[in-house]
């Protein structure tokens, strides 16, 4: 069985991985909460979703949150904003992070942790092979999650209007009280 884990450390539920008994392989619809309120995940979408191209993978020593976890070798690879993790000889993922509302910090030259603002005791630990590697992962992390997408978008819509003097998306009809909202105020 494989858990996704939300910001804050909450596991909302669970999915089996594949040559699990077919009595348990129920169907579960996970509650994912995200900016844009709960969405909806099952079983079948988070693998499909883990079989997608990844932006990187690797197979990264892994030690989870729980007193006394010992360092394990997992195949890591990032797609959208999840970060999937694999046994290194399975095809399913044993589990899933939601990279949103977490903080990415440099543990060692070559590794790193993850965080969940709400609980930032709780620690998912990385072991990279080189600092260049653990860089390039922190990198990738830190721009995987929906409010950096979000916040560049922003930022890069008000230098194009400051250039051109016109808001680049009013051509596909988004108005000036359309704009994207940070923590409720405009941006």
């Known amino acids: 069985m494989a858990a996704v884990v939300l910001p804050g450390g909450r596991r909302c539920g669970t999915f089996l991985a594949r ?24 079983e079948k979408e988070l693998q499909a979703l883990s079989r997608q191209p990844a932006e990187l993978a690797a197979e990264l020593g892994m030690r989870g949150p729980k007193k006394g976890s010992v360092l394990k070798r997992r195949l890591v690879k990032l797609v959208v904003n999840f970060l999937f993790y694999f046994r290194t000889d399975e095809a399913e993922p ?43 992962w922190m990198g990738a992390l830190r721009r995987a999650s929906y409010e950096f997408m979000r916040r560049s978008l922003i930022f890069y819509r008000n230098e194009i209007q400051k250039m051109t003097g016109k808001d680049p998306l009013e051509q596909f009809g988004i108005s000036e009280e359309a704009r994207f909202q940070l923590g409720g105020l405009k941006a």
């Open 19 to 42: 040559g699990r008994p077919a009595a348990r392989r129920a169907r579960l619809a996970l509650r994912v909460l995200g900016p844009g309120g709960a969405m909806r995940y099952n």
């Open 94 to 136: 044993v589990g899933a992070l939601l990279l949103e509302h977490c903080r990415v910090t440099q543990e060692e030259p070559s590794g790193f942790s993850i965080s969940f603002i709400e609980d930032p005791e709780r620690k998912y630990h990385f072991e990279c092979r080189s600092e260049e590697q653990c860089q390039e």
